[in-house]
């Protein structure tokens, strides 16, 4: 949370950073953007394995 705002918006990306609104987000995007392709990639990586095992 960069305000004391609530939150109603989330990355649309990652789905874990919550913003109140556009101007927030993008203000902590440059902050955010390492963090958030990290937990992404973590997420694609998990979305794999349970595939990969429901199908086996």
């Known amino acids: 949370f960069l305000c004391h705002e ?3 918006n989330r990355c649309s990306k990652c789905k874990e950073a919550w913003y109140c609104g556009r101007e ?3 203000k ?3 902050k955010h953007k390492s963090i958030c ?3 992404t990639k973590n997420l694609e ?3 794999k394995e349970q595939f990969k095992k ?3």
Request: with cysteine.
């Open 24 to 26: 927030c987000q993008v």
């Open 54 to 56: 429901v199908f086996q």
């Open 6 to 8: 609530d939150a109603k």
């Open 37 to 39: 392709d990290k937990l």
């Open 28 to 30: 902590d995007w440059t």
């Open 45 to 47: 990586c998990e979305q």
